[in-house]
């Protein structure tokens, strides 16, 4: 048999890329080069967790759930089919404050204690304290910078009637404040962080009385208002997500009919800055607590009553129940799920502790 002649590098590498994390991690000890492409290449990682994320059909991508009922770990985090996820550390009150590339930003009730951590391979590092200016912390919201190929936290603090926004960086695992910000201008509450994309980061907030989105982007560090659908309402009463829809922004909106069990959910889709097209309306669908997020590229997951989640396909307008492991508090617990698109990875956390 004739030999198969040595394929170029990048084309291993583009190969590599393909594979989930499990692959990787039996992978890893073939040789040295693949361990440290595997281990310490930031580069490498980041496009092997893209390239799971743009195909959300894989079976490497999961919905992460999280929910202080869902399991008797400390952080309720489960995946759909319910794989438990546990995080020691972190305490009871845990919130995902951000998520991209197999990394959670998770933090305490209060965001006094803000963390990274990587559940694949239980690898966890906690944020340094803010030294240059005391204050308490408001609101926190992580993204990856692939400029940079860097992990960014931001995170809203104040002091008397003092409000500004700093910025962490895992390269130099140190905090900078955002000097031109306009924090000042809006209110936040502790889970105002929406969600992060193509380096903007979007947050719930409050602005001369009305409910607002806002945006900050990476390269200018300035919140600036995302002007919403017309009449549409994103208040706290009003059950909304902002997640993504075939590779574009989605405000999801729910509706209650007056005196009934059923509502309506509005879906629109954000073409350029702030230019809203209304995709799709969801009638009388009964029991509906809030929109979580797209899964799979176009199946809407809704938190329902009785601790239920139901999908809703946008192309065929399915709507079946999802499998949860029944937990007997998720009947009469009605707090709010969060819910991400997580795609496992080795990124490394740079010095995280692992763990036991």
Known sequence: MKNVPNLPQELVEEILTRLPCKSLMRFKCVCKHWYALFCNDTKFLSRQVSHFLKNQNSAATDVLLRHPS??????????????????SPAGEWVRICGHSNGILCLSSGDNSQVLLYNPSTTEFRYLPHTLERLGFSEAVGMGYDYSSN???????????????????TLSTDSWTVLPNSNAELFGFRSDSFAMCFKRTFYWWATYQGDYVIVALNMDD????????????????????????????????????????PFSSIDIWVMGGFGSWTQMRTIKHVRGVLRPLVFWKGNELLMQMTLGKIKSYRVDTEEIKDLYLDRNPYLYLDRSPFQAVNYVPSLVSLKGGIHLV
Request: one cysteine or more; a positive charge.
């Open 70 to 87: 869902l399991t008797n770990s400390r952080t309720g985090l489960a995946t759909l089919p319910c794989k438990l996820l546990t995080l």
């Open 150 to 168: 860097d992990f960014k936290v931001i995170r809203i603090r104040y002091a008397v009637s003092d409000i500004w926004a700093e910025q962490y």
């Open 221 to 260: 560090g300035v919140f600036q208002i995302v002007p919403k659908p017309p009449g549409v309402l994103i208040g706290q009463l009003h059950p909304r997500s902002l997640t993504v829809l075939y590779d574009s922004i989605s405000l999801v909106c729910c509706s209650c009919y007056h005196n009934t």
